[in-house]
Nanobody, 122 residues
Framework: QVQLVESGGGLVQAGGSLRLSCVAS????????MGWYRQAPGKQRELVAA???????NYSDSVKGRFTISRDNLKNTIYLQMNSLRPEDTAVYYC????????????????WGQGTQVSVSS
């Protein structure tokens, strides 16, 4: 019903930059919160950054000042601009969204993208 498709991952040297994109498509009535999570090998998935429909932002302390999340509500898209990347940022990055539609009886259901690999070499 709803698909989240990420793009923009890759391999970069420490200090470099990458920009991730996530597009939500399918049966969408409304999207509440959207965000980025990441999971490194052997670790739990953690929040990186999130943005509400109204534009309120939330960042993990580990990325504040380096990463910027933005959202285009007309395109159902979020972006993550990642600057000053560090080896410890290496992880699979997942897009997350709270979506309502007719099939959920307009309740908000959580959806996840398939993930995109970000690797930072030292």
């Amino acid at each position: 019903q709803v698909q989240l498709v990420e793009s923009g991952g890759g391999l970069v040297q420490a200090g470099g930059s990458l920009r991730l994109s996530c597009v939500a498509s399918g049966m969408i009535f409304d999207i509440k919160d959207m965000g980025w999570y990441r999971q490194a090998p052997g670790k739990q998935r953690e929040l990186v950054a999130a943005v509400t429909r109204g534009g309120d932002l939330n960042y993990s302390d580990s990325v504040k000042g380096r990463f910027t999340i933005s959202r285009d509500n007309l395109k159902n898209t979020i972006y993550l601009q990642m600057n000053s990347l560090r080896p410890e940022d290496t992880a699979v990055y997942y897009c997350h969204a709270q979506v309502s539609n007719y099939y959920s009886d307009y309740a908000y259901i959580e959806y996840w993208g398939q993930g995109t690999q970000v690797s930072v070499s030292s």
